[in-house]
């Protein structure tokens, strides 16, 4: 008698709610259990097959046998487990039977999501891939507006190495100027110390005219003083000739002579005599020597600038004239007095130019 083998009705949910379908199947002297479907779960539904040993066959080749068994019953129990029920009481569980199909029924899950996910990202990429593509177009042109300023600045880079080239030669030249300057500088600086010597010497020689001045400048005022001492006795003795020769008019002294020319050589009739010169330019008026004119001894002649021009006492050959100042008379209207004092010697008084 054929094996009857009884599929029982649902068994509780299993896992994500799904249950299976389970029908008897016979081939040929082969008595199949085949899952044909699951009910009650959440999409995505697991496979469908044939049971099998390890778990759910698709191939009926691969599906369990179970003619000659005593199989009574077949059912899902909890957490996938399948339950075989025989014909002598036993059950025989095999636990998490389904785990594997409905693992799989989950991860097509998780990949449809994951799918769903990749779509959209898909989608967005697209969508930058446009916008990509609009960006590339102008980034293309950016770069050929780049590459024409490329050209440009390949342009300018050559000129610019051109000038630095120019400027190489130029640095060279000034390299030689600058050489030729720095001996200019150190003949400059050799001609400088010489300078500075000369110029220390010279401060000293200025330091010695300094001296010099200061003691020229004491020699200046004791010569100033002397001047005003002798310009002084000169007063004093302008008043005695003044008074001697008011003397010597009142008692008939010293007739008057004049003298109208430029030049006079006095003689022996000039002895105790005025001579009043009244030439406009210069007059020289000369004493001869005793081997010319027999002078008396004490011979005393009064001259007189009664002109413009200045009047200068000339000494003859081997004549000496004694004056504490110049031999020329002092300005117009001037007195002058010569006294013969030894043989050839004579002395001048009177308002005479200061030596």
């Not at 406009?280 to 008396?296: D, L, M, Y």
Request: net charge negative; with cysteine.
């Amino acid at each position: 008698m054929a094996e009857q083998i009884e599929v029982l009705g649902k068994g509780p949910r299993g896992p994500k709610g799904w249950t299976p379908v389970l029908l008897p199947v016979t081939d040929g002297a082969r008595k199949l259990v085949r899952v044909s479907d699951w009910t009650g779960g959440q999409e995505p539904k697991p496979a469908a097959g044939y049971l099998g040993a390890a778990g759910l066959v698709e191939d009926i080749a691969d599906a369990t046998d179970f003619a000659g068994r005593g199989l009574v019953s077949v059912e899902q129990g909890n957490d996938a487990d399948l339950i075989y029920t025989y014909t002598d009481g036993t059950t025989e569980t095999i636990p998490a039977y389904f785990a594997d199909v409905l693992a799989k029924a989950q991860e097509v899950d998780t990949n449809t999501l994951a799918v769903s996910q990749m779509l959209g990202m898909v989608e967005t990429k697209r969508e930058e891939v446009a916008q990509n593509t609009v960006t590339v177009s102008d980034a293309r042109q950016d770069v050929e507006n780049r590459q024409g300023l490329i050209s440009l600045d390949t342009l300018a880079v050559s000129q610019m190495l051109s000038m630095v080239e120019t400027k190489r030669q130029e640095v060279a030249q000034n390299t030689v100027t600058v050489s030729d300057a720095r001996q200019d500088m150190e003949d400059r600086q050799s001609l400088v110390s010489q300078d500075t010597i000369a110029v220390s010497q010279m401060l000293s020689m200025v330091e010695t005219k300094r001296d010099q001045v200061a003691q020229n400048t004491v020699t200046v005022s004791n010569a100033r003083q002397d001047v005003e001492t002798r310009q002084t006795q000169i007063g004093q003795t302008k008043v005695l000739i003044d008074a001697a020769l008011a003397a010597a008019l009142a008692a008939g002294w010293f007739p008057i002579i004049t003298e109208t020319t430029a030049a006079r050589v006095l003689a022996l009739t000039d002895a105790g005599r005025e001579i009043r010169c009244t030439f406009a330019g210069a007059v020289s008026i000369t004493v001869p020597p005793a081997s010319s004119v027999a002078w008396a001894d004490h011979t005393e002649i009064v001259l007189v600038q009664a002109g413009a021009g200045q009047v200068t006492i000339v000494p003859g050959a081997g004549v000496t004239i004694n004056s504490s100042e110049t031999l020329k008379s002092a300005k117009q209207y001037a007195y002058l007095g010569l006294k013969r004092v030894a043989a050839n010697v004579w002395d001048l008084t009177g308002e005479r130019q200061i030596a």
